[in-house]
T-cell receptor, first 115, second 110 residues
Framework: DAEITQSPRHKITETGRQVTLACHQT?????MFWYRQDLGHGLRLIHY???????NKGEVSDGYSVSRSNTEDLPLTLESAASSQTSVYFC??????????????FGPGTRLTVL | RKEVEQDPGPFNVPEGATVAFNCTYS??????FFWYRQDCRKEPKLLMS???SGNEDGRFTAQLNRASQYISLLIRDSKLSDSATYLC???????????FGAGTRLFVKA
């Protein structure tokens, strides 16, 4: 079955380290998204991509970067982890393209702790 | 003012009750609307899309009021398994911006 996966599911790191969170989808969806979820804020969009080689900043993109080298993967990199980036991170994908819905499907999440 | 606002609750209701949630949005250019359900420490899952004509899926009914800029979710005959957080989602196709409400927490009690 097609799916969207994230790894690792849990990560503990130290301030200043570079961290990469993986997201992989097998639906062949054009659009992929990264969100963070914190108490009191709900889900906030970090970056999104319409397709290969396309990336765009979301609401809370400072300190994060993404790259899209193929359809299936959108890794999220924290260049220099900060304690404020302790959060739960969700990846999502949607079909994209004319005539499709905007429905997004989410991965299981990665719980990141920055000490 | 937040672009998408929900009553955070919590709503505490007995089994069998009918409960309604509202969600308001500020940008009239909003294009697509959804309700998602999120269980504790899990990913959000699509509950239903929301259309101007209204749509129903079993015990769940969703409505969109573009003139007043709000969407609603009605749950009839509540079950214990309906206990979760319900998120409204608004997508602005022009800028491809996705905004989640902070969620409304529902507890259904036996």
């Amino acid at each position: 079955d097609a799916e969207i996966t994230q790894s690792p599911r849990h990560k503990i790191t130290e301030t200043g380290r570079q961290v990469t969170l993986a997201c992989h989808q097998t639906w062949n969806h054009n659009n992929m998204f990264w969100y963070r979820q914190d108490l009191g804020h709900g889900l906030r969009l970090i970056h999104y991509s319409y397709g290969v080689q396309d990336t765009n900043k979301g609401e809370v993109s400072d300190g994060y970067s993404v790259s899209r080298s193929n359809t299936e993967d959108l890794p999220l990199t924290l260049e220099s982890a900060a304690s404020s980036q302790t959060s739960v991170y969700f990846c999502a994908s949607s079909e994209g393209g004319l005539g499709t819905t905007d429905t997004q499907y989410f991965g299981p999440g990665t719980r990141l702790t920055v000490l | 003012r937040k672009e998408v606002e929900q009553d955070p609750g919590p709503f505490n209701v007995p089994e069998g009750a009918t409960v309604a949630f509202n969600c308001t949005y500020s940008n009239s250019a909003s294009q697509s609307f959804f309700w998602y359900r999120q269980d504790c420490r899990k990913e959000p899952k699509l509950l239903m899309s929301v259309y101007s004509s209204g749509n129903e899926d079993g015990r769940f009914t969703a409505q969109l009021n573009r003139a007043s800029q709000y969407i609603s979710l009605l749950i009839r005959d509540s079950k214990l398994s309906d206990s979760a957080t319900y998120l409204c989602v608004v997508i602005f196709r022009g800028g491809f911006k996705t905004i989640f409400g902070a969620g409304t927490r529902l507890f259904v009690k036996a």
